[in-house]
């Protein structure tokens, strides 16, 4: 395992132990779970039932060669790249009301990287009642506006990300830049969370 020479051992010892949840791989579950192992993750659980597509390729932390591979398992490969000693537990499954909770059972916190708004409602419903914390999006479609995507705490257990208007639809696509800087948004917040840091 290598280290991250930048972490004290304290901050080591709480990013290696904690259990971070990821429901969704795509443009901002893959690119999240990437900057959460780079920043010294070493247990992740991640969900999804798609395959790598042509489509993904200009946002998502996958490669040519997987195409037609299941995301979670191709995720799981690109992650073991950057740190091959993970604890990477991979749920090939859509995610729903029955099973959301066994899937991230154990989890410290999970990170919300659906595409769809009602997906992103049922976890919220489901986990949020739990008692677990929530790092999620809204709003990261499109070109520019850098700025306006911003880190909200709203409530004890929930933290948003995004300029919590740009959905995707004509004309506003879901493109590689602002995707991943709130992607990376996300993986700050949720090390933030971690290491009892401001957000």
């Given at each position: 395992?290598?280290?991250?020479?930048?972490?004290?051992?304290?901050?080591?010892?709480?990013?290696?132990?904690?259990?971070?949840?990821?429901?969704?791989?795509?443009?901002?579950?893959?690119?999240?779970?990437?900057?959460?192992?780079?920043?010294?993750?070493?247990?992740?659980?991640?969900?999804?039932?798609?395959?790598?597509?042509?489509?993904?390729?200009?946002?998502?932390?996958?490669?040519?060669?997987?195409?037609?591979?299941?995301?979670?398992?191709?995720?799981?490969?690109?992650?073991?790249?950057?740190?091959?000693?993970?604890?990477?537990?991979?749920?090939?499954?859509?995610?729903?009301?029955?099973?959301?909770?066994?899937?991230?059972?154990?989890?410290?916190?999970?990170?919300?990287?659906?595409?769809?708004?009602?997906?992103?409602?049922?976890?919220?419903?489901?986990?949020?009642?739990?008692?677990?914390?929530?790092?999620?999006?809204?709003?990261?479609?499109?070109?520019?506006?850098?700025?306006?995507?911003?880190?909200?705490r709203i409530g004890r257990n929930l933290v948003m990300v995004g300029?919590?208007?740009?959905?995707?639809?004509?004309?506003?696509?879901?493109?590689?830049?602002?995707?991943?800087?709130?992607?990376?948004?996300?993986?700050?917040?949720?090390?933030?969370i971690l290491l009892g840091k401001e957000?």
């Amino acid at each position: 395992m290598s280290a991250n020479p930048y972490l004290t051992e304290d901050e080591r010892r709480i990013l290696e132990s904690a259990r971070v949840g990821i429901a969704g791989a795509g443009g901002l579950g893959s690119n999240c779970a990437m900057l959460l192992v780079r920043a010294g993750v070493r247990n992740l659980v991640i969900a999804d039932f798609d395959v790598v597509n042509e489509s993904n390729l200009n946002r998502q932390f996958y490669f040519r060669r997987q195409l037609g591979e299941k995301k979670v398992h191709a995720l799981a490969d690109n992650l073991r790249m950057i740190e091959d000693d993970l604890d990477v537990s991979v749920h090939d499954t859509r995610l729903t009301t029955d099973n959301i909770l066994d899937v991230f059972s154990g989890c410290d916190i999970v990170v919300e990287a659906f595409d769809s708004a009602e997906s992103k409602r049922m976890l919220l419903e489901r986990l949020l009642p739990a008692g677990m914390k929530v790092v999620g999006a809204s709003g990261l479609a499109g070109w520019g506006r850098s700025n306006e995507i911003r880190t909200r705490r709203i409530g004890r257990n929930l933290v948003m990300v995004g300029d919590f208007a740009s959905d995707v639809r004509d004309g506003l696509a879901p493109v590689g830049p602002r995707v991943t800087i709130a992607a990376a948004m996300q993986a700050n917040a949720v090390a933030a969370i971690l290491l009892g840091k401001e957000l």
